[in-house]
Nanobody, 114 residues
Framework: VQLVESEGGLVQPGGSLRLSCAASGFTFSRYDMMWYRQAPGKERELVARAGAGGSTYYKNSVKGRFTISRDNVKNTMYLEMSSLKPEDTAVYYC?????????WGQGTQITVSS
């Protein structure tokens, strides 16, 4: 299993950014895909999930600002982030759980600052 996130970056408060996660090594369409984040000194937390059946979940603090999606043809998951706040600053990870365990991407830093 390989999960590769796109490059993050520095964004001004109120700005937007789209992350992608390219997946390989497993049957992408069969498994839920998740975005997690970890801010300095904090636990890693689930931000959003795109279920294999089409359902979605969002952490309360990102509802209405973040949109998760997946393309089962391209084996890619996306996280569209808008109205970004300084508290969104973190390393963002894509993840999946298959029958052989939980897998993580390498993580990508998103910094929201003026």
């Amino acid at each position: 299993v390989q999960l590769v996130e796109s490059e993050g970056g520095l964004v001004q408060p109120g700005g937007s950014l789209r992350l992608s996660c390219a997946a390989s090594g497993f049957t992408f369409s069969r498994y839920d895909m998740m975005w997690y984040r970890q801010a300095p000194g904090k636990e890693r937390e689930l931000v959003a999930r795109a279920g294999a059946g089409g359902s979605t979940y969002y952490k309360n603090s990102v509802k209405g600002r973040f949109t998760i999606s997946r393309d089962n043809v391209k084996n890619t998951m996306y996280l569209e982030m808008s109205s970004l706040k300084p508290e969104d600053t973190a390393v963002y990870y894509c993840s999946t759980v298959t029958i052989s365990g939980q897998y993580w991407g390498q993580g990508t830093q998103i910094t929201v600052s003026s």
